[in-house]
């Protein structure tokens, strides 16, 4: 069986989209974003999310890829380094906050917690 090269590129762009949408789905991947959209700027010492830093380092790398956070370093007077959410990662993290929406339990509302 052979394939035109749009259908191999539509195979492709299928399975990045399977990939990023099980990303999202992973552990600690909604947790990690959603805190650099709270916190803006963060170096990797201030997560202050319940999992493990092998994942947390995972999760960052995974999301470096998909373009949803960038990587920033500096080595003018020490090694300072950090991590931001991109516009990217904003949009990611809007699609997730309404999927929590929508998983709440009835009567309660965006505000109550």
Excluded: C
């Excluded at 989209?17 to 959209?37: C, Q, V």
């Excluded at 990217?88 to 509302?109: C, D, F, M, Q, Y």
């Amino acid at each position: 069986m052979s394939y035109s090269e749009g259908e191999n590129d539509s195979t492709m762009s299928s399975e990045r989209e399977e990939t990023f949408l099980r990303l999202l789905g992973s552990k600690g991947a909604a947790g990690i974003l959603l805190y650099l959209d709270e916190h803006g700027a963060t170096q990797h010492k201030e997560f202050d999310l319940p999992i493990s830093r092998f994942t947390l380092n995972e999760r960052l790398r995974q999301f470096l890829k998909f373009g949803l956070v960038t990587h920033h370093l500096t080595r003018k007077d020490a090694k300072k380094e950090w991590y931001e959410i991109t516009d990217t990662g904003r949009k990611a993290v809007e699609h997730l906050k309404r999927l929590i929406e929508i998983n709440a339990p009835p009567g309660r509302s965006k505000g109550d917690e």
